[in-house]
């Protein structure tokens, strides 16, 4: 009998695993495992195919190089944080300020999960030359500053929120969210105790969603229409 054709130019999966065929999504998601644990700097077409039990052709096959796996890897945990996001938004009551917690909530959760997140958009995707990776954190900026504008421009409307700059508002989310899982040794010497993950993240997602709508929200002098004044150097 005849063995069945496969595509051509499609290597082999190889190794031990030979009879289990891995695809392009499989090879995507061992890249994001390998992104809880792993600096992405140290990412390499090499280090997926050894987590995978393939060779590394069939990563060059599906992704010509090491930059375009981490894109594509990227990208979908990009997806996914806005898939969450946008579940919590439904499931909110629309106001301005519970589609802010939501949009909080959800970056505290990736960058939480996956500690080396910042590190792979900041310094693979801004720092690279390559196309689709540099169009990539400009996408993802552009998106979540558009995002950030709309839910001020509607706390704005309704007197919930000052009107600020979305993309101060975006940096300083990311920046308070990427902190979390190097603080968590600081934060359990503060307590004098080990703190559980999900704890921490639970009561961190909820004082920096205080701090946050706090400091954003609408004074009774701003809705007068008076700004508050800048404390003195």
Same mark, same amino acid.
């Given at each position: 009998? *005849?063995?069945?054709?496969?595509?051509?130019?499609?290597?082999?999966?190889?190794?031990?695993?030979?009879?289990?065929?891995?695809?392009?999504?499989?090879? %995507?998601?061992?890249?994001?495992?390998?992104? #809880?644990?792993?600096?992405? +700097?140290?990412?390499?077409? %090499?280090?997926?195919?050894?987590?995978?039990?393939?060779?590394?052709?069939?990563?060059?096959?599906?992704?010509?190089?090491?930059?375009?796996?981490?894109?594509?890897?990227?990208?979908? $945990? $990009?997806?996914?944080?806005?898939? #969450?996001? /946008?579940?919590?938004?439904?499931?909110?009551?629309?106001?301005? #300020?519970?589609?802010?917690?939501?949009?909080?909530?959800?970056?505290?959760?990736?960058?939480?999960?996956?500690?080396?997140?910042?590190?792979?958009?900041?310094?693979? $995707?801004? /720092? +690279?030359?390559?196309?689709?990776?540099?169009?990539?954190?400009?996408?993802?900026?552009?998106?979540?500053?558009?995002?950030?504008?709309? %839910?001020?421009?509607?706390?704005?409307?309704?007197?919930?929120?000052?009107?600020?700059?979305?993309?101060?508002?975006?940096?300083?989310?990311?920046?308070?969210?990427?902190?979390?899982?190097? *603080?968590?040794?600081?934060?359990?010497?503060?307590?004098?105790?080990?703190?559980?993950? /999900? /704890?921490?993240?639970?009561?961190?997602?909820?004082?920096?969603?205080?701090?946050?709508?706090?400091? %954003?929200?609408?004074?009774?002098?701003?809705?007068?229409?008076?700004?508050?004044?800048?404390?003195? *150097?």
């Amino acid at each position: 009998m *005849a063995k069945a054709s496969r595509t051509p130019g499609r290597p082999r999966s190889g190794g031990e695993g030979e009879g289990n065929a891995v695809g392009k999504d499989a090879l %995507i998601d061992a890249t994001i495992d390998l992104l #809880r644990t792993t600096p992405p +700097s140290a990412i390499t077409p %090499i280090a997926v195919a050894r987590a995978t039990g393939v060779h590394p052709s069939l990563i060059r096959y599906y992704f010509k190089n090491r930059a375009r796996l981490l894109v594509a890897a990227a990208e979908r $945990m $990009m997806s996914r944080l806005s898939a #969450r996001v /946008e579940q919590a938004a439904a499931d909110s009551d629309g106001s301005p #300020r519970s589609r802010l917690f939501a949009r909080i909530a959800a970056i505290i959760e990736l960058n939480d999960s996956f500690p080396n997140f910042h590190q792979l958009m900041v310094n693979e $995707m801004g /720092e +690279s030359s390559d196309p689709a990776a540099r169009a990539l954190i400009s996408q993802a900026t552009f998106n979540g500053t558009t995002a950030y504008g709309r %839910i001020l421009s509607a706390g704005v409307a309704d007197g919930t929120f000052r009107d600020l700059d979305p993309a101060m508002l975006y940096t300083v989310i990311v920046g308070m969210a990427e902190f979390l899982p190097a *603080a968590r040794h600081q934060l359990e010497i503060a307590r004098g105790r080990p703190i559980d993950k /999900e /704890e921490l993240r639970a009561s961190y997602t909820d004082f920096v969603c205080d701090l946050i709508m706090h400091g %954003i929200s609408a004074s009774a002098s701003q809705r007068s229409g008076r700004k508050t004044p800048r404390p003195a *150097a």
